[in-house]
């Protein structure tokens, strides 16, 4: 079978590299995909206007291609999914009414108030000085987001009530956001440790994945402006069991029942971000759409069954309730490019990669791309902006993984690079 995957950072990298796996996989066409998908067995990097759906549509028609994975957020806000379907291509993602979960934090928010999903008290604001007044009455810490798509960026938590009037200010007066932050949402400020949870749902059934943690912050100690994410583990111990069922329960079970009742049953990953209080009781921060990025990379690097059955029964509305995982953990360092994520340096080169040999040899490292891309003389391969590598290793503990990805990392070289030494460190601290 052909597969198209639609994006080009390290979730697509990681997809791609899952799909290859799988025996009756031809070929997977990735667009746009990066340097590092290139190098990938079966994998082809296509260009594609995927704004234009009818192209895409085309595409898949004159290629024979059998399945669609749509990764990214913007594809799938924009309704790829649903025109890609209409003209009979199986396509795994959630509807652009499902989407809107993740594109409208306004709309997440009042859905899960319908479907009485646990999250922080809000309110929805389109002039700058309600918003004011808001914060002025319930004081900071406080959290302050853009309403639409913003690259995981539209977030400030203010501690100040300063800081969030500038906040609001940047949003709605000077629209630092465009049109995604001409709305903004003010919201309690939780507190506990966060995890990701990410599942497959085919419109009635659940299969969540390994469990997951991210590191937003740009620097060590969970400091500094939000990112897209600067690395990611996998399992995350902060989900034992109890709080693994609270959520099935109280968050995505309802989702799934919700989204049913609405006409619009979800199918494609669902990404629950979630806020564990002390007590185990789990706060739904944000929702996305997809699967997470850099999550993905840690997740996948453990999943033993074949991602394309799992989509393929996905597809079918058969998912099964489980999937195989490699009991080691996983852990992923992302090194970006420099001033991200302000500014984003492009095109410097890279040295010091492993052979793609190498790491077959050794399946516990992997080196996944993102913003990456093929020089012009073919000769090496640069930086193109944002998170350019996902270092994902395997270990027997969290640490180990940790020191094994920190020891590829260190062989790598680019102007400008930055990365975390300390992903990772809540749950090394939970073993030690
Ligand atoms: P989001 O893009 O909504 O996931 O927000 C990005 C990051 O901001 C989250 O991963 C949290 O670290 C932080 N954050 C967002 N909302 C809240 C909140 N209500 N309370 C505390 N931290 C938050
Ligand atoms: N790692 C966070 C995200 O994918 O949104």
Known sequence: MNILIIGSGGREHALAWQCAKDD????????????????????ENIALDTDNHQAVIEFCQNNA???????????????????????????????????????????AKEFMEAANVPTAGYEAFTEAAAAKAYVDTHGAPIVVKADGLA????????????????????????????????????????????????CMIDGENILPMATSQDHKRAYEGDKGPNTGGMGAYSPAPVVTDAVYDKVIERVIRPVVEQMK?????????????LMIDDAGDPYVIEFN??????????????????????IEQGLAGKLPESADWDPRPALGIVLASKGYPETSSKGD?????????????????????AGT?????????????GRVLCVTALGETIFDAQQAALQTVASIRFDGAQYRRDIGYQAIARQN
């Open 151 to 198: 690259a995981g960026k539209g977030v400030i938590v203010a501690e100040t009530v300063a800081d969030a009037h500038a906040a609001i200010d940047d949003m709605l007066a000077d629209n630092k956001f465009g049109a995604a932050g001409s709305r903004v949402v003010i919201e309690q400020f939780l507190t506990g440790e966060e995890a990701s949870f990410i």
């Open 261 to 273: 009742a609405a006409g619009h049953p979800y199918t494609g990953f669902l990404y629950a971000g």
């Open 289 to 310: 759409c997809r699967f997470g990025d850099p999550e993905t990379q840690p997740i996948l690097m453990r999943l033993n069954t074949s991602l394309v059955a799992l």
């Open 349 to 369: 080169v890279i040295t010091g990669l492993p052979e793609l040999d190498h790491t077959e040899e050794d399946p516990t490292i992997k080196v996944f791309h």
């Open 373 to 385: 891309k093929t020089a012009a003389d073919d000769a090496h391969i640069v930086t193109d902006g």
């Open 24 to 43: 009756k996989v031809n070929t997977i066409y990735i667009a746009p995909g990066n340097a590092g998908t290139t190098l990938e067995n079966k994998c």
């Open 65 to 107: 291609v059998d399945m669609i994975i749509v990764g990214p957020e913007a594809p799938l806000v924009a309704g790829l999914v649903d025109d890609c379907r209409a003209a009979g291509i199986p396509t795994w993602g959630p509807s652009k009414y499902c989407a809107q979960l993740e594109g409208s934090k306004t709309f």
